[in-house]
């Protein structure tokens, strides 16, 4: 017997009664030191489910889908965070929301390039904060630092008590940021002989330096 707007009004409510949720939350990103943040693709085919949208993120390009984003405590591997956005929306946007709803201070944020932009990077670094982020191949940074590859220090990363390898690397300050550029030697040397392999072979496409 209830009318529309009657229960408009009720699921309008009942939306917007979060005050519990949020503290909850915000009490789980307060005992966390470092914070790590993904994306994650639904897909969906739900007609009448308004966060349904086409997106090319999932397996099949322009498939319904909606973008699940998480952020996780590392200490403990346990989540700290999760909302749904619309399918079309990228992640650089999604980040946003998370960001201006809660208080992040003093955290340390480990994010993939699809974070990347210059206002999520000034949110990364305020109350404290500070970020890892990778850089893409066509970002101006990182073809900045791989102009010159020559290393100034290095480091040995091993990977259990019988195998690892020998990382070199250089850093660039620039302003509050550090760009900075890693070289596995084993798997660069890996990549070596297989290009020089295919040279030898003639393969197409392989060519000399210079």
């Known amino acids: 017997s209830m009318?529309?707007?009657?229960?408009?009004?009720?699921?309008?409510?009942?939306?917007?009664?979060?005050?519990?949720?949020?503290g909850f939350i915000q009490g789980l990103i307060d005992s966390s030191k470092m914070i790590a943040v993904d994306g994650h693709v639904i897909q969906s085919e739900s007609?009448?489910?308004?966060?349904?949208?086409?997106?090319?993120?999932?397996?099949?390009?322009?498939?319904?889908?909606?973008?699940?984003?998480?952020?996780?405590?590392?200490?403990?591997?346990?989540?700290?965070?999760?909302?749904?956005?619309?399918?079309?929306l990228v992640d650089s946007k999604s980040v946003e929301d998370m960001l201006s709803r809660y208080a992040f201070r003093n955290k340390l944020f480990v994010v993939d390039s699809g974070f990347y932009s210059k206002d999520n990077l000034s949110k990364f670094t305020e109350n404290g904060?500070?970020?890892?982020?990778?850089?893409?191949?066509n970002f101006t940074e990182c073809q900045e630092?791989?102009?010159?590859?020559?290393?100034?220090?290095?480091f040995i990363y091993k990977t259990s008590s019988k195998t690892g390898t020998e990382i070199k690397y250089k850093a660039k300050k620039d302003g509050g940021?550090?760009?900075?550029?890693?070289?596995?030697?084993?798997?660069?040397?890996?990549d070596r002989v297989a290009y020089r392999s295919l040279l030898d072979a003639g393969t197409d496409g392989y060519t000399k330096e210079e």
């Open 47 to 88: 007609e009448c489910n308004s966060l349904a949208d086409f997106g090319n993120k999932y397996c099949k390009p322009s498939s319904p889908q909606m973008n699940l984003l998480c952020a996780y405590d590392i200490d403990s591997g346990s989540p700290v965070y999760a909302d749904i956005f619309e399918g079309g």
């Open 129 to 137: 904060c500070h970020y890892i982020i990778p850089l893409r191949q």
């Open 145 to 154: 630092m791989t102009s010159d590859l020559e290393f100034q220090g290095d």
């Open 177 to 190: 940021h550090v760009t900075i550029l890693f070289r596995d030697e084993s798997e660069n040397l890996n």
């Open 3 to 22: 009318t529309d707007e009657h229960i408009s009004d009720l699921l309008d409510g009942l939306g917007r009664r979060t005050g519990k949720a949020d």
